[in-house]
T-cell receptor
Framework: NAGVMQNPRHLVRRRGQEARLRCSPMKGHSHVYWYRQLPEEGLKFMVYLQKENIIDESGMPKERFSAEFPKEGPSILRIQQVVRGDSAAYFC???????????FGPGTRLLVL | SQQGEEDPQALSIQEGENATMNCSYKTSINNLQWYRQNSGRGLVHLILIRSNEREKHSGRLRVTLDTSKKSSSLLITASRAADTASYFCATDAGTNAGKSTFGDGTTLTVKP
C-alpha cells in the first residue's frame, strides 16, 4: 500500500505564475488535508476535503488559493499569481475517516523567485 | 491563539539519555498526535492518543495526556543519534474535528 504521494517534490515559479500541487491519498483514504510549513515553523492547516467536497477551508487565504478533490484523480492545491511569500513547503495528509491518524506525504517545496 | 505549543523549543542530549518534550493546548480535543520530522523531510506519525486515554507506548516512545491540565508529554527512552529531528504535537479539536493544529515543534539533537 503506497503512502501519500505528492508531486512535484520541488517547484520553482516566478512571481505572477500559477502553482499546481498534487496529492494522491493512500488507497482507501477519502479524507485529504493540506498544510503549509514556513521555515523553522510548524505546519499550519489550510483546507480539509472529502471526495468532491470542501469540509473546512478556514486556513485558506481568501484570494489566489483554491483546492479540490475530484471524484477521480488526485487532490489539487492551486495558487494563482504566486508571490514570494508563498514560498514554503506544502504538505498533504490523508486519513480513512475523520479524527483518525493523518498520514503525510513528503511535501512539495515551492520557491517563488 | 496557538493550539499545541511544544516545550522546550530545543533540546540537546547525549546518546542513551532520555528526552522529554511537552505540549500544551488551549481547547478541548478529540485526540492528540505526535509527529517527527527530519530536516527537510515529511512528517512521520508516531503516536495518536485519544482524549479518553492517559498513556500510550510504542517501542521506546511513551506519550501521556492530561486533559485536566491540557498537556501531553512525549518521552523517548535510550535516545539514539537517529532520533535527532523536530517533534511536533498536533491536536484535533472538538468543533473543528478533522483538521489538526500543530505547534512549532521541539528540535531534538542527540549527540553520539
Amino acid at each position: 500500500n503506497a503512502g501519500v504521494m505528492q508531486n512535484p517534490r520541488h517547484l520553482v515559479r516566478r512571481r505572477g505564475q500559477e502553482a499546481r500541487l498534487r496529492c494522491s491519498p493512500m488507497k482507501g483514504h477519502s479524507h485529504v488535508y493540506w498544510y503549509r510549513q514556513l521555515p523553522e515553523e510548524g505546519l499550519k492547516f489550510m483546507v480539509y476535503l472529502q471526495k468532491e467536497n470542501i469540509i473546512d477551508e478556514s486556513g485558506m487565504p481568501k484570494e489566489r488559493f483554491s483546492a479540490e478533490f475530484p471524484k477521480e484523480g488526485p487532490s489539487i492545491l492551486r495558487i494563482q499569481q504566486v508571490v514570494r511569500g508563498d514560498s514554503a513547503a506544502y504538505f498533504c495528509a490523508s486519513s480513512p475517516h475523520r479524527q483518525e491518524t493523518q498520514y503525510f506525504g513528503p511535501g512539495t517545496r515551492l520557491l517563488v523567485l | 491563539s496557538q493550539q499545541g505549543e511544544e516545550d522546550p523549543q530545543a533540546l540537546s542530549i547525549q546518546e542513551g539519555e532520555n528526552a522529554t518534550m511537552n505540549c500544551s493546548y488551549k481547547t478541548s480535543i478529540n485526540n492528540l498526535q505526535w509527529y517527527r520530522q527530519n530536516s527537510g523531510r515529511g512528517l512521520v506519525h508516531l503516536i495518536l492518543i485519544r482524549s479518553n486515554e492517559r498513556e500510550k507506548h510504542s517501542g521506546r516512545l511513551r506519550v501521556t495526556l492530561d486533559t485536566s491540565k491540557k498537556s501531553s508529554s512525549l518521552l523517548i527512552t535510550a535516545s539514539r543519534a537517529a532520533d535527532t529531528a523536530s517533534y511536533f504535537c498536533a491536536t484535533d479539536a472538538g468543533t473543528n474535528a478533522g483538521k489538526s493544529t500543530f505547534g512549532d515543534g521541539t528540535t531534538l539533537t542527540v549527540k553520539p
